[in-house]
Structure formats: C-alpha cells, structure tokens
C-alpha cells in the first residue's frame, strides 16, 4: 500500500517522474527527505473572516501541529470551503453539500495517510463529516468549541436562543430599542458557536458519540487550554490512525449511527441534526427509519439541561463532565463496543474516563428534564414522508391542538403580512409556511421559526402553532411543525393548504392532518398545478436537479452511497 508523498501521484505517464516532481517542488517549501517518509496529516484549515465561529482557528491548528509532529507524523494544513451560519446566504444550508464536495474530493487528490478535519458551525460539521465518509481515509473531527457567555444586566446570557427571546420582546415592544443594542453587544462575548444546544453544539456532541472525536471533543469552549489539548491530542490520535489503517467506515458503522440518535435525543438536541445524520448515513449505505427513531425516542428521555429545552449553557455542561457524564447515564441503551477513533471501543473509553462527580445539568433517567426524547416524528396527509417537531421546547399546551390555517406562500408573501395589523389571525390560529424546502427557497432555510404576528405578540402571545417544509435553528424554541416531506415546491401536500382549512396537531398520536378530503386536495392540485423550481446554470442548476427531499438528508442524489446496506435504527 502506498503511503505518504507517495500516495495518489499527479498522471504525467511516468511514476517516477511524478515522485520526483512531487518532491521537488515540496522541498522547495524546505522540507526534508527525512520530514517527507513520516505518515502525512492533512489538516483542513477553515479558517474565514465570514466565520466567528471558527475564530480559534490559528491556536487549532498550530496546536494540532504540534500533536502530529509530536506523535511522529508531518502535518500539512489545505484550504476548503468555510461556511459562516449567518454570513451565508440564502442560507448555509444551500453551501453544506458544496463544502462536503469540496472536502471530499480535496481528501481523494492531495497525498495524505489521515486528516484532521477542523470544523464548528452549523454545516461545517455536517459536511466535513459527508466529505470524509465518501472519501474512506482515517479520519478524525475536530470541534472548534463554544463561544463563552455573556451577562446582560445581571443575567447569564449567550447566542443565540436568548437572541431570538431578547428580540421577540423588542417585536412586542416590551423593550425599547436601546436595551435590544445593549444586549446585542453581550450576546457572542468571544469567538465560538452557539453556546446552547443549537446545531453546532448537537453536532458536537454527535460526534463525539459517532466516535469521530477523541473523549471528551464535543464540550470545552473554544477560548479554553482545554480546547488546545483537544486539539494536541487530535493531532496524535491522527497518526496512530493513519499507522493503523483505522479508516472511516470501520468508525461509521450502524451502532454508531444509533449511538449517535440515542444522543441526539437524549440532548435535546436540534432538528437540523436529522437532517444531518440522515445525510452522513446515506453516504455510508444507511437509510434513515424515521418511524424506528420516533420509536427510540419514546424510550430515550431529555437528560442534558441546556437551553433551549433547559436552562444550561455549553460552558457549565463541560463543567459538570462533559459527554462521559451524559454517555454514563445512558450506557444500557448505548452501543458500548462500536469502536472510535481511539481504536479503543466506546465502552473501553468510558472505564477510562475520569469518575463521576456531583453535578446538577446531566440529570439520571429517574428524573429527566423530557420523559421521552427532544424530537417527535409526525406523519398525515399533510407530511406523507414525515414531519419532525421538537416537543421539549414546545408549548404542553399546544401539543394537542386543532386550529385554523394562515397560510403564507413563501418568504416574500410573510415579510409583507406577519406584522400587519389587518392580518386575520388568533393565537388559535396554525401558520403555514409554504415553499421554504430544498428546492423552494432553495436550501431550507432556518425560517421555519416563523415570527409570531405583531398583533398577538404586543397582547403577549408567546406561542403558536406553526408548521412549514423548512428547518428551524436549534437554538430556537416553540410548537413548531419542521421538515414536512414532501415538500411544497414539487407538489406536496403543504403546496395546496388555503387560509380557513382546519388543521390537526397530535404529537401524542404523532399526527399532523390536514382535514380536507382527498378528492378536495386533487381538485385543488389540478387547479394550481406546481411548477419546480430551475435553473439556467451554476450551483444552483446543480442543486435544484440533484438535491433530495428532507427525509434523505438533503443530499445530492449522486454522492449517496451506490448501495444501500441496511436500515438505522433497527429499534
């Protein structure tokens, strides 16, 4: 087997010719014949000035030097894509699979025997983890860490789920304009991702239980010596991968995948990550059994206190132990001999974890903060293909709820009306958010966090029913219907809803129906027929032809695996 500089030589017809070029033009950078024969780790650098979230990046990287170095190998740092959450639009979510691509394809053409993957941000993570499954190298993620917390007038705050609370009583008018800028200064007090159980910090934690980071890489924030000897030691864990041969799919595997929902779950964790390991699952040959997940999740109870299910915060869940602390408390329903990065296996990481230790933000089964997991699967014939709603972070009283529609078309058509006093709508009211899927907005937007109308919030309405074809971020909160499959831009149920059609919410049933016949909706659809969304060119004629619906991860459909191999989870 080839290895180091010798691996996945440049075609100029002659082997040796293309060694020979190689090296001469590396040494050009002074390199040394005795540098060259260690094992080669490539390190992606994803560092952006359109992405605070990966802010720490110079400290990582030179930390994760120092451990390949240390450990005997040569690292070597390349450039991809850096996708910032709220830098991108339309959203980053439209960017996720052309850095998976990026990735990808970066780690198949550049020599390297491992790679260290470095990423934070909403879809970094996601897309780091597609690229490297498609690509089959030992592989290793390193989280760039959470942004510290600030306090505003007193109280503990930090991005973003108190970013959507502060300015949900600005739209009230509860406070007044010079507060919403106080806050605004104290809400991200340092580089970093969110610091509540948004999707970066979900993804953290998932990969830390998918085994793709050395123990204890999901929690330490990113300004912290901890966060650096991470790093360190993620650099070392690299070469002994790269001298064992540990590649990704022997990682990657289905008990990792259901290693990896049981967190989800018990976590609180955000809708996006569905998505996300539906995505990094298909890359590996998994179909994503929603029904079998809903399943898992009546058994698998809320135990992590963070908002927006809880009250903690990313800083104070490293404090009390980090994912040893939560991966204890559900050992009976882990996994315990899928194998990480380590090479050791995830229960032999356990016994070597330090003790446990009073703390009070990972609660025991026998008191958890949700009796059943974060996430619900819905279905109906408004969502034939699923629908996903986070009941920890929704209202108890809206979960059984029958209301009226107020339906708005797109993003354009809720921008002009959502604030109006004329908008006929009551707090009984379902809002409807059409045409936000893959390919309607395109990329689902995070607008499935759908404002609550002017007129209801200055009479001090704090929730609402709300359902659309598009995702939510994780750091918000409320009774809110996500992911509707198919969605509205080819022609799903949700295309043909009309304001005053009645519609049904159980979330004990697992239901989400639109009471109107099914002869009513074929008129309906006859009527308005649904053209798709195109494009002339670009990415974005890419995207719009390739791009699968949410329940196969909103995925391009050529880069899922050529074969499928099964079924996760099998519960």
Excluded at 70 to 88: D, N, R, Y
Excluded at 192 to 206: D, F, K, R
Excluded at 387 to 398: C, E, F, V
Excluded at 412 to 439: Q, Y
Aim: hydrophobic share 40%; glycine share 10%.
């Amino acid at each position: 087997m080839t290895t180091g500089m010798r691996k996945g030589l440049t075609n100029y017809g002659d082997a040796g010719f293309s060694l020979f070029l190689r090296k001469a033009f590396i040494k050009g950078a002074g390199y040394t014949d005795r540098a060259l024969d260690r094992p080669v780790i490539g390190i992606t650098d994803t560092a952006s000035g359109y992405n605070p979230c990966h802010g720490n990046m110079p400290q990582l990287l030179e930390a994760v030097q120092r451990g390949v170095l240390m450990a005997g190998g040569l690292p070597v740092k390349f450039p991809t894509i850096s996708i910032g959450e709220s830098f991108a639009n339309p959203t980053s979510m439209y960017l996720r699979n052309l850095m998976s691509i990026d990735t990808e394809e970066m780690l198949r053409a550049q020599p390297m025997d491992a790679v260290v993957l470095i990423g934070g941000c909403d879809k970094t993570v996601p897309a780091q983890l597609m690229g490297a499954a498609s690509a089959g190298l030992p592989a290793i993620q390193l989280i760039t860490g959470s942004m510290l917390t600030g306090s505003h007038r007193g109280e503990v705050v930090g991005a973003c789920t108190d970013c959507r609370r502060f300015w949900a009583r600005f739209r009230a008018e509860d406070i007044e304009e010079s507060e919403i800028n106080a806050v605004n200064d104290q809400l991200v007090p340092s580089v970093g991702t969110c610091s509540v159980m948004g999707t970066a910090s979900t993804m953290a934690c998932i990969a830390e239980a998918l085994g793709m980071t050395v123990p204890g890489g999901a929690s330490p924030p990113a300004v912290t010596a901890d966060r650096m000897r991470v790093a360190e030691n993620t650099g070392a864990t690299a070469v002994q991968m790269a001298k064992d041969g540990l590649t990704v799919d022997r990682v990657l595997t289905a008990k990792a995948f259901e290693n990896a929902m049981r967190v989800l779950l018990a976590i609180g964790g955000s809708t996006n990550a569905v998505v996300h390991l539906t995505a990094i699952a298909g890359r590996m040959g998994f179909e994503v059994d929603l029904q079998a997940l809903d399943r898992m999740g009546r058994e698998t109870p809320v135990l992590l206190d963070l908002k927006p299910s809880g009250h903690h915060y990313m800083e104070h869940f490293h404090a009390a132990g980090g994912m040893a602390t939560l991966l204890r408390e559900l050992q009976p329903l882990l996994h315990l001999d899928a194998l990480t990065v380590t090479g050791r296996t995830l229960g032999e990481e356990l016994e070597n974890a330090p003790p446990p230790f009073p703390q009070d933000v990972v609660r025991p089964r026998s008191n958890p903060i949700y009796p059943q997991g974060g996430l619900a699967v819905l279905q109906g014939n408004l969502a034939p293909g699923g629908a996903i709603i986070k009941q920890s972070a929704a209202d108890a009283r809206l979960m059984e709820h029958e209301g009226r529609a107020v339906v708005f078309e797109g993003l354009e058509d809720l921008a002009l009306r959502i604030d109006s006093d004329e908008l006929d709508v009551t707090a009984d009211d379902v809002l409807v958010l059409k045409n936000i899927g893959p390919k309607g907005a395109p990329g689902m937007p995070e607008a499935g966090y759908i404002p609550i109308p002017r007129k209801l919030a200055r009479q001090g309405v704090k929730d609402i029913v709300r359902i659309s074809d598009g995702r939510m971020s994780g750091t918000a909160f409320g009774t809110i219907v996500l992911h509707v499959t198919p969605e509205s831009a080819v022609g799903g149920p949700l295309a043909h809803v009309r304001n005053g059609d009645r519609i049904r919410l159980s979330v004990e049933r697992r239901e989400i129906s639109l009471l109107v016949g099914d002869e009513e909706l074929a008129r309906r659809a006859q009527e308005q027929p649904v053209l798709e969304p195109t494009a002339e060119r670009g990415y974005r004629k890419l995207f719009l032809t390739t791009v699968t619906q949410a329940d196969q991860g909103v995925d391009f459909d050529f880069l899922r695996a050529a074969a499928m191999q099964g079924r996760i989870p099998k519960a």
